[in-house]
């Protein structure tokens, strides 16, 4: 069976994974040699379905989040081994998900976003964006810089898929209207974005260039690095 997602837990000692027979395994890697598999040390079963990402909370590290291949956002305590929250969202796949404050970013497979408030399990807003047709993964990132004197963090939300796009991540949680966008990296090629190494935001009217003093970004694709 193809993993579909990993997320370490408790500075690497443990791990958790997920594949596409529908089981969520948690592995104690402290003793692991190199000539050993780790040793599941409790599992969770989705059933027919399958776990398409896998996050630890940033703020309460004892949860362990992942979405589904059929719309589902789900809590698990790995301090009780059990299952504490679970939200049917939308009937279609859910690529990826990221957190931000007691917000949850949703990214689905045509490009379709959606914030959901964990505190209640409830959706706050949705949208559509129309720069990206395919969603393959979020990121909430910490920048150099607020992005204007009003802001007070300066955490960066990354939609990469058809494109890179990056956002100021309170605003887009926050704002009843689709946020202003911190800066648009358009696909090359028509290939698609699955993840980015390094994000440095420099001031608001930041422009993608191979100039460090504006920004550095590398972000992979489909086809290599553009």
Request: contains cysteine.
């Amino acid at each position: 069976d193809e993993i579909t997602a990993l997320a370490t837990i408790a500075d690497g000692r443990k791990i958790a994974s997920c594949a596409t027979d529908g089981q969520i395994y948690l592995c104690d890697l402290t003793h692991i040699s190199s000539s050993q598999y780790p040793t599941p040390i409790s599992s969770h079963n989705l059933g027919p379905h399958y776990a398409t990402s896998l996050k630890l909370h940033p703020n309460q590290n004892h949860l362990l989040s992942w979405t589904t291949d059929y719309g589902h956002l789900q809590f698990f305590d790995l301090r009780q081994s059990r299952l504490v929250a679970s939200l049917f969202v939308l009937p279609k796949l859910i690529n990826d998900h990221a957190h931000h404050n007691m917000d949850c970013i949703l990214g689905f497979d045509d490009g379709m976003v959606q914030v959901i408030d964990v505190r209640c399990m409830m959706p706050k807003k949705s949208f559509r964006e129309d720069a990206l047709s395919t969603i393959t993964q979020l990121d909430v990132v910490s920048a150099s810089k607020p992005f204007s004197q009003h802001q007070e963090k300066g955490d960066l939300l990354l939609l990469y898929g058809s494109g890179l796009l990056a956002y100021d991540a309170r605003a887009f949680c926050t704002s009843v209207n689709h946020p202003k966008r911190a800066f648009v990296f358009p696909s090359m090629r028509n290939e698609k974005f699955y993840g980015i190494a390094y994000a440095d935001y420099r001031s608001e009217d930041t422009t993608i260039s191979s100039n460090e003093s504006e920004a550095n970004i590398m972000a992979s694709s489909s086809t290599g690095f553009a």
